[in-house]
């Protein structure tokens, strides 16, 4: 399970910076959120793997810890999540009025070629 | 602790003054400079407070007030004798000169700028010389060049004065930040920056291998300062300041800054023979220099400000001797100076004021139309010059004295000293002559732009008070200024003192000789030149190549134009490719450094069965990445719908491991980024796949990204495996899990957590939101699309009513539902999964359905949204939560909680951070809203604007 998700973890950032690099605003984007992806799954993952345990308490009870999935992470990814919504939809509009104000969809503004 | 109170305010004062003089209006004259004039007599005031008895006994008043006591940096006020007959000087000419600049200057003149830099530059004068640490003292420093920079530029509308001002600063601030270095190496050596403990070290300073780089470095800052050879260019170009100015900064204040700093080290630093070397050769050129050129000046504040280079020479050749009896005449010496200077200075200025022109050579017999100011200029002069019964002669004399001993060392520039001692005293009657003989005598001619008249008498005041002072001192020395004196050196030398005599006849001896042959000498060479002088020639005989000022330019424009542009062109991108793959590459090579020395093998964790579907779903997900990277370049649709399915596979792993909470809100901005994306695609430009594409270079470029792209993706697999295979340490997890239903009354321990425990940083995350929805907003008020992209796409014309009528419908009618969900979602959070922001993104989603299936008008004709209300209420909400909890005394969002039993509906729980969370999904909704309303107007805006093409770019709504 480990490997798995290791492994997906580093192609979906593999693809990210691969995008990052790209000449395109639009690629930029996508590059973007699949990082994201990555770094969010990377830190879900310091919570290891419970199955059919989300710390979610019985009324009335302390938690113990080796019953229940860490919620930390969890907490720190909700946010993170959230976060990368709002800096997505930042890049997009500041991708549509560079489109607007450049004619094109270069990341530096100008050039055409490549 | 008065002591304390006289010293801060010594300090304060000028800074409190200068603030409230700049916010005056600036009609109010007469108010401005009786403040100025009050602040510097209080000032004054105050060091004479502490100056009895304390230091007329030759103790040291010190106060300490903690600032960064861990650092060992308190700010640390100092004074003794030899600061107290700075601190005089300072205040004391200070207050002159406010009186003098009272009707120096014009009414176009912004006066509460003048009135504040000055009583500002004074506080940073009193700060230097009060400061009992070498830090604080080199900060004063750096702020009086900053203030002295805004006084000499103040006339800001003439080049020159901006000119001269920017050069000032660039070499003073420079020299600054040399003697920082010095001051830092110094305090390394000493163990501490305390002015005491410094003092204390003189041996272990002199001893230290460092002391030659330490004493280089604080020299330059001294140098600098006080327009020592080879750094004496700026002062003259500082004379295009207010003469008032010239006469504070040039006689008694900024200049002698640096003969301060050399006095007060010359205890700990003096005594080697790189001090003497570096010293004497830089002083007695300076000397020399300076006295030459200043005889071939024109302009009478050139001719002073020359002088005053070269007596600065003098003072400095005087530290360099290592001798006591020396470092009594350069103090005494600097107090003459200042007094002479100052005078001379504010004559020059009246003379200015009255004719209307500072040019010697169009100047003539003044001495019959301004007998007065003649006459005080003359006596000024005349110290300045060395005319026996006169201040200047004193010290000159003591000058000579010690030159003529110090030359019994073995050493050529020893030797020379007496030779240059007797060369620069001709030099400087030459030099006083012409300036009386040129502005006084003479016929009296209509040459000159203002008929000439005597100054208003309160003008003349300040000058009668220096003059005066030269005189009285002149001619009864040990009786006046010889206590203070005597004071200040005491506390440099200490117990070093050595016997001196202030007098007047000292018997016919060499110096007194060497005094009347200069006299003499001086008298003849004026003489001698006075037809080269007449000759009105511009520049100075032999030395006409020597322009420090062309250099400097020269270096400027090497340094901040040519060198920098050079870097930036060799160092610099402004490719934002560059910039990201560098960035990337450093943060690969900076992951690989971080982790090269640890082990970096397997953990020893048991890992945990591989599930075929979780593998499946990744297999997919993996793919899908990979695709959308592939694809985003030309397929920008295909490319968004496989990025959605990658998000797909990580929604299914935070279900499959027990974080429903996080799926939810996953699934949610999926969809609407994936909504918002859609929306955004309309106005890209076309792009083509081109069959072929790619030459050999962008080929090999995406070979190097490749590469670059799959070391990161292999070392994030390596970092994530590494993590994965390694017990964790024990975190704060347990403390959340324990406490989030005793304590937070939620069973919900992730919701808990964002509400309550962590509330304040789920605060800062709305507010975060809040200000990016509404940036999206403010740029797509002035969005422009490309002309291109402006008409009604091909898929939208002709009639596209109803193509989408039965998933049209069915969306209007999911409406409801969907809003009960997201409510439904909103309250369970507490204790199930859900929450203010699925809860929020769900509304916004419903929001959207109806726009999607009705059309912008259609859904703004029946229910107006006002996405910005949400947002601050929901804002207000959350933050006004946490204020309540401060009302009833607990610290900000501190949660409540109780149950409220609704009968058959169930229990509700009603905490305050339920309330909180209202706040989230509120502000949460309205921004998406606000958002997702925002790009979808901009198609309804375009169609209004431009009905069909070809359309002209699209106007405001």
Request: charged fraction near 10%.
């Amino acid at each position: 399970m480990e490997l798995i998700l290791a492994l997906s973890i580093g192609v979906l950032g593999g693809s990210g910076v691969w995008l990052l690099m790209r000449p395109r605003t639009f690629q930029l984007i996508i590059g973007l959120s699949l990082l994201s992806y990555a770094v969010n799954l990377f830190i879900f993952s310091m919570g290891r793997f419970p199955v059919g345990r989300p710390p979610v308490l019985e009324p009335g009870t302390a938690g113990d810890p080796a019953q229940y999935a860490d919620p930390l992470p969890q907490a720190l990814v909700l946010t993170a999540i959230v976060i990368g919504f709002a800096t997505t939809a930042l890049f997009l509009v500041v991708m549509l009025a560079a489109r607007g104000l450049t004619g094109g969809d270069h990341v530096d503004g100008r050039r055409q070629d490549h | 602790m008065p002591d304390a109170l006289y010293l801060s305010t010594a300090i304060g004062l000028p800074y409190l003054g200068a603030l409230v003089t700049a916010l005056l209006p600036a009609n109010a004259r007469r108010l401005e400079s009786w403040l100025a004039g009050a602040v510097a007599l209080l000032t004054l005031t105050m060091v004479w407070l502490c100056y009895y008895p304390t230091i007329a006994e030759g103790g040291v008043v010190r106060a300490e007030i903690a600032w960064v006591p861990q650092l060992g940096l308190n700010l640390v006020l100092r004074l003794d004798g030899l600061a107290s007959v700075f601190a005089v000087m300072v205040a004391g000419i200070g207050l002159l000169v406010v009186l003098y600049a009272r009707y120096y200057m014009s009414s176009d003149d912004p006066i509460p700028r003048f009135f504040a830099f000055l009583l500002a530059f004074m506080g940073s004068m009193m700060g230097l010389v009060l400061s009992g640490n070498l830090i604080q003292l080199v900060f004063f420093w750096e702020l009086t060049s900053l203030f002295s920079f805004l006084l000499i530029g103040y006339w800001q509308h003439s080049a020159q004065a901006r000119d001269g001002a920017r050069m000032a600063l660039t070499v003073t601030a420079s020299g600054g930040l040399a003697l920082l270095a010095g001051v830092l190496l110094l305090g390394h050596i000493v163990g501490s920056y305390d002015l005491d403990r410094v003092l204390a070290s003189g041996d272990v300073i002199r001893a230290h291998p460092l002391y030659l780089p330490a004493l280089v470095l604080v020299l330059l800052g001294a140098l600098t300062k006080s327009a020592q050879f080879p750094f004496h260019f700026w002062l003259p170009h500082a004379m295009a300041a207010p003469t008032p100015v010239s006469a504070y900064l040039h006689s008694a204040t900024l200049v002698k800054a640096g003969i301060f700093l050399m006095a007060r080290l010359w205890p700990v630093m003096a005594g080697t023979d790189a001090w003497f070397w570096i010293l004497g050769s830089a002083g007695m050129i300076t000397l020399l220099l300076g006295a030459y050129v200043a005889i071939f000046q024109h302009d009478m504040k050139g001719l002073l400000a020359y002088s005053t280079i070269s007596h600065l020479g003098l003072i400095t050749v005087l530290l360099s001797l290592n001798s006591p009896l020396a470092m009594v005449a350069a103090i005494f010496h600097t107090m003459n100076h200042a007094t002479f200077k100052a005078s001379l200075f504010m004559a020059a200025g009246i003379i200015d004021h009255e004719t209307g022109t500072r040019d010697i050579r169009r100047l003539s017999g003044l001495n019959a139309t301004m007998p007065f100011t003649a006459r005080l200029a003359m006596v000024a002069a005349a110290a300045m010059a060395g005319v026996p019964l006169l201040n200047g002669f004193i010290s000159k004399e003591m000058f000579i004295t010690e030159t003529l001993s110090a030359s019994t060392a073995p050493t050529l520039l020893h030797s020379l000293l007496p030779l240059g001692a007797a060369l620069a005293s001709i030099f400087a009657v030459a030099y006083s002559l012409r300036f009386i003989h040129g502005a006084f005598f003479g016929p009296t001619t209509g040459d000159m732009p203002h008929t000439p008249h005597e100054p208003p008498q309160w003008m003349r005041l300040p000058v009668e008070v220096l003059v005066f002072g030269c005189m009285v001192v002149g001619i009864l020395p040990a009786a006046t200024i010889g206590p203070f004196l005597d004071v200040a050196v005491r506390s440099v030398l200490g117990e070093a003192t050595p016997y001196y005599s202030l007098a007047v006849w000292h018997g016919f001896n060499l110096p007194l000789v060497m005094s009347l042959i200069a006299l003499a000498g001086g008298a003849l060479l004026y003489r001698l030149l006075q037809r080269h002088l007449n000759a009105g020639i511009d520049g100075t005989p032999l030395l006409r190549r020597l322009d420090g000022r062309r250099l400097f330019d020269r270096v400027m424009v090497f340094l901040s134009w040519r060198f920098a542009r050079t870097l930036e062109r060799l160092l610099g991108t402004s490719r934002l490719q560059t910039q990201l793959r560098l960035m990337v590459c450093v943060t690969i090579l900076a992951a690989v450094l971080a982790l090269a020395p640890h082990d970096f093998g397997l953990g020893v964790l048991q890992l945990s069965p591989a599930d075929p579907v979780i593998g499946l779903v990744w297999l997919a997900g993996s793919l899908c990445a990979l695709a959308a990277a592939y694809q985003a370049k030309y397929h920008r649709l295909a490319a968004l719908v496989l990025l959605g399915g990658a998000g797909l596979a990580v929604c299914i792993t935070f279900v499959w491991f027990s974080a429903p909470d996080l799926a939810v809100t996953q699934l949610l901005v999926e969809v609407v980024t994936t909504v918002l994306l859609l929306l955004g695609l309309r106005w890209m430009p076309k792009r083509l796949e081109l069959a072929g594409s790619g030459r050999l270079l962008s080929r090999l470029r995406r070979y190097r990204d490749f590469a670059i792209a799959l070391g990161a993706g292999l070392g994030l697999t390596a970092i994530s495996y590494a993590t994965m295979t390694r017990v964790s340490p024990e975190g704060i997890s347990r403390f959340f899990l324990e406490r989030a239903y005793t304590e937070g009354g939620g069973t919900n321990v992730v919701n808990v957590i964002l509400v309550d425990f962590r509330g304040f940083d789920t605060f800062g995350e709305i507010t975060v939101l809040c200000i990016v929805a509404l940036t999206v907003f403010a740029l797509l008020r002035r969005f422009r699309p490309a002309p291109e992209s402006i008409g009604v796409p091909d898929q939208q014309q002709g009639d596209v009513r109803n193509w989408m009528m039965v998933p049209a419908v069915t969306m209007k009618l999911l409406f409801p539902l969907i809003g009960v969900v997201a409510v439904y979602l909103l309250l369970r959070g507490h204790d199930l999964p859900g929450g203010g922001f699925a809860g929020g993104l769900m509304l916004a989603i419903a929001i959207l359905l109806q726009y999607m299936a009705g059309g912008t008008r259609w859904v703004e004709d029946h229910l107006r949204v006002h996405p910005l209300r949400w947002m601050s209420a929901g804002l207000l909400l959350a933050g006004g939560t946490g204020l309540a909890a401060m009302a009833f005394g607990q610290p900000f969002l501190t949660s409540y909680f109780a149950y409220a039993d609704l009968g058959w509906l169930g229990k509700l729980p009603v905490a305050s951070a339920l309330i909180f969370d209202i706040g989230v999904f509120a502000l949460v909704f309205g921004a998406t809203v606000l958002m997702l309303i925002a790009i979808a107007h901009q198609s309804v805006r375009s169609q209004r604007a431009a009905p069909t093409p070809p359309p002209a770019p699209q106007e405001e709504r």
